[in-house]
């Protein structure tokens, strides 16, 4: 009975993990711009450009991707460039330890949300594709 009250609220769950997602990426922009000199000589060791500006990009495009899911604003195409994102971050990572796991529980909802969408709690998405399904319903009823 507890858990079948879980069940009639599923239509939560991308809104969920859209804001978990966000809210850690979000965190780890924060701490990649707190410590720019740091994060920019671990790319230097990875074999990408040692420098700031490139570390100060790649916050700003990860910050946008977050806002994105927030708002359920083409939360595919965040989650594509996520999903690559952390791809080529696990390819690269030269030290296993608990920000490698993070990336994979990143990397893990990213695709999760790459292949649900927005859902339709709290998503500019969702309004957009009720906006559409609807012209088609009345397409197909004008049709008829």
């Not at 999903?83 to 893990?108: C, E, N, Q, R, Y």
């Amino acid at each position: 009975m507890f858990l079948d009250s879980f069940a009639r609220k599923s239509e939560y769950a991308p809104f969920v993990l859209r804001l978990g997602l966000a809210l850690t990426i979000l965190y780890s922009v924060k701490t990649k711009l707190a410590e720019t000199m740091k994060v920019a000589g671990l790319f230097g060791k990875a074999g990408f450009p040692q420098s700031e500006g490139l570390v100060t990009l790649m916050a700003i495009v990860l910050a946008l991707a977050a806002i994105m899911l927030i708002l359920g604003f083409r939360v595919r195409i965040a989650a594509a460039f996520l999903t690559i994102f952390f791809v080529i971050t696990l390819l690269t990572a030269f030290s296993v330890g608990p920000a490698v796991w993070k990336d994979f529980a990143l990397l893990g909802g990213s695709v999760s949300l790459l292949l649900s969408g927005a859902g339709s709690v709290l998503a500019i998405d969702a309004k957009k594709n009720t906006t559409h399904t609807d012209q088609i319903q009345t397409t197909e009823k004008n049709v008829q």
